[in-house]
């Protein structure tokens, strides 16, 4: 019923011996219409306006809708090319076409091309001094904090969260690198300045921070009990410097093997190891 009413519509149009203003298309372009001239007509502003409306009627496209609300003056030229570039970008993504078509690499591969080209003409960013680059980006900086947008505007479980998602991303690109920065970190021993007492890089400020002890005394333990000595005395008989919670990694023993001072705890480790048996042999 609204193709035969949209047909006789243009049909009278057609007929019509008087000067129209604006051409329109009967089939669109986005149905399959063409240029040529049987499928012109010449409508005034109104006529075309309703025109678009029947055709949005009929196949329900958006370019119909937006073209006869601008038409009838509902909306002014910029809204017109806002709501186009949105709805351009969302066909964009529906079909996959453009730059949402394209893979990972291939955007990558742009990307670069663009920069280059970018930095050959000396255009955009490219053509900034160092001193006008530092200038916009404090610009920048100064309205995202005034405003309160992005980070600056995103409340502390916002940022915690984001934090921990980028801290995954980060160790997911560079897992070997950080596993081998950590484990060299954690093989470098500190000592506490207050209790004297040795951690790894990972733990000793953690430590210092929650650490109770007075800067003037240690802590020094028989394996049972551990008590608190001043710095110019003397450890008591069958007391060793550290807790006994940590005694087992601060002692070093002479290893019966090989004869080289290793850790209380690792001690059972060190043996089991060809290392040591080579050694010893």
């Known amino acids: 019923m609204r193709k035969r009413k949209y047909k006789h519509s243009i049909r009278k149009k057609k007929q019509r011996c008087c000067m129209y ?6 089939v669109p372009e986005y149905a399959g219409g063409t240029e040529a001239d049987d499928n012109l007509v010449e409508l005034t502003r109104e006529e ?7 055709l949005w009627l009929q196949y329900h496209d958006e370019r119909d809708w937006l073209a006869w609300r601008g038409l009838e003056g509902l909306i002014g030229k910029d809204d017109i090319f806002l709501e186009a570039s949105s709805m351009g970008g969302k066909n964009s993504v529906k079909n996959k076409s453009g730059i949402h078509g394209q893979t990972k690499e291939e955007k990558s591969a742009n990307g ?3 920069a280059a080209r970018g930095k050959e003409l000396g255009v955009g960013i490219f053509g900034f001094t160092k001193e006008q680059k530092s200038e916009y980006g404090k610009m920048g900086a100064a309205k995202t904090v005034a405003e309160g947008l992005g980070i600056h505007g995103a409340t502390p479980e916002k940022r915690s ?8 991303v980060m160790y997911a690109k560079n897992k070997e690198t950080v596993d081998a920065l950590l484990k060299k970190c954690s093989e470098v021993m500190h000592e506490c300045p207050k209790c004297k007492n040795m951690f790894n890089t990972p733990n000793i400020d953690r430590h210092i921070k929650t650490c109770k002890v007075d800067p003037s005394h240690y802590w020094a333990t028989n394996g049972e009990e551990d008590i608190l000595v001043e710095l110019n005395k003397s450890l008591p008989d069958g007391f060793r410097r550290g807790k006994k919670g940590l005694i087992g990694h601060m002692i070093k023993e002479a290893c019966p093997d090989c ?9 059972s480790r060190h043996r089991g190891k060809k290392k040591c048996v080579m050694q010893s042999a």
């Not at 203003?21 to 009967?26: A, F, K």
């Open 48 to 54: 075309h306006a309703t025109a678009h409306f029947l």
């Open 112 to 114: 670069r091309k663009g």
């Open 161 to 168: 969260k984001w934090a921990k998602k980028a801290h995954a």
């Open 259 to 267: 004869g080289s001072l290793i850790s209380k705890n690792n001690l």
């Open 21 to 26: 203003t604006e051409w329109h298309h009967i």
